[in-house]
């Protein structure tokens, strides 16, 4: 069975602090995704990553991918309360269907 | 707004009844994937079909079924519900039918179980 931990599962920390979530498995993945989740809406995605080693920026929001592609982390920097939210990891298993593998998934909440 | 459209968004039906999860995916995506969000279990996959067919399975319990029709849009049905599939059922859709294609969800339908 392919599982993917997320931690941490909640995460409160006041506005302008940087952060960093960690996605972990013991499985090799051909992707990784980040999703951002708001209450009662489906997962919006962020970003996608494929190489082993890739980093990638989108503004405050930094995504790396392990080299061995079985683990990858989000790390916010300067946080502001519009960050709140459910992020979610997703990992593309290397085969021919696109079934996705979700993390469980870090709540956060950023206070003004 | 994703461009995946879901109803209803609200159902609210009693134990041992049968329901329908509707989806449009979007246009010009030939996967569509349903996937079960429950408060203890998190985002589970329960199925994809691609292009009219069923490209891969999850822990898709048996009383639940899914196609995919040949204008793409796609049904979940739930059968002999419990109180247990009360949960947010999501569909979403890609271009194609692999892992490294995006997907894009819907905004979800909320069901519960009385």
């Known amino acids: 069975t392919q599982l993917l931990e997320q931690s941490p599962q909640f995460l409160s920390i006041q506005e302008g602090e940087n952060l960093t979530v960690y996605c972990n498995s013991s499985?090799?993945?051909?992707?990784l995704q980040w999703y951002r989740q708001e209450p009662g809406e489906g997962p919006v995605l962020l970003v996608t990553?494929?190489?082993?080693?890739e980093v990638k920026k989108l503004k405050r929001l930094t995504f790396q991918f392990g080299d061995a592609r079985k683990d990858s982390s989000l790390h916010i920097t300067a946080a502001q309360p519009g960050d709140t939210g459910l992020y979610l990891c997703a990992g593309g298993l290397a085969s021919n269907t696109g079934k996705l593998i979700f993390g469980q998934g870090t709540t956060l909440q950023v206070k003004p | 707004d994703s461009g995946v459209t879901q109803t209803p968004k609200h159902l609210i039906t009693a134990t041992g009844q049968r329901v329908t999860l509707r989806c449009s995916p979007r246009s010009g995506d030939l996967s569509v994937y349903w996937y079960q969000q429950s408060l203890d279990q998190g985002l589970q996959f329960l199925i994809q079909y691609y292009n009219g067919e069923e490209r891969a399975k999850g822990n898709i319990l048996e009383r639940f079924s899914a196609q995919q029709f040949p204008d793409l849009h796609s049904e979940l049905n739930l059968s002999s519900l419990e109180l247990g599939d009360s949960a947010l059922y999501f569909c979403?859709?890609?271009?194609?039918?692999?892992?490294?294609?995006?997907?894009?969800f819907g905004p979800g339908t909320r069901l519960t179980v009385t």
């Open positions: 979403a859709s890609s271009p194609l039918g692999q892992g490294l294609y995006e997907q894009y």
């Open positions: 499985s090799v993945f051909s992707s």
């Open positions: 990553v494929v190489t082993g080693g």
